[in-house]
Nanobody, 116 residues
């Protein structure tokens, strides 16, 4: 059973920064990819950033240059550093882990609110 626990969300003013953490139960090296998604009220869940087991990354156009995803295999943790936050970044952020042999695992989500 895989558990993903997010932390680091909160309320921040526009232009501020937050760092989200996703701690996994067990080694994250086994996952083919991990990522962060977000879902704003009334909108579909969307990919924010992803990182593969070999460290390749990809970002949504809306966050490129502002957000950085990284992983610490020794701590079984994936991070999302969010800078220059905008009100439109307000959403529940979910950690995701993907195994080709199994599919997707999800965390419970953490709320990020950016005030203008």
């Amino acid at each position: 059973q895989v558990q993903l626990v997010e932390s680091g969300g909160g309320l921040v003013q526009a232009g501020g920064s937050l760092r989200l953490s996703c701690a996994a139960s067990g080694s994250i090296f086994r996952f083919n990819a991990m990522g962060w998604y977000r879902q704003a009220p009334g909108k579909q869940r969307e990919l924010v950033a992803g990182i593969t087991s070999v460290g390749s990354t990809n970002y949504a156009d809306s966050v490129k240059g502002r957000f950085t995803i990284s992983r610490d295999n020794a701590k079984n943790t994936v991070y999302l550093q969010m800078n220059s936050l905008k009100p439109e970044d307000t959403a529940v952020y979910y950690c995701n882990a993907y195994l080709i042999s199994w599919g997707d695992y999800w965390g419970q989500g953490t709320q990020v609110t950016v005030s203008s």
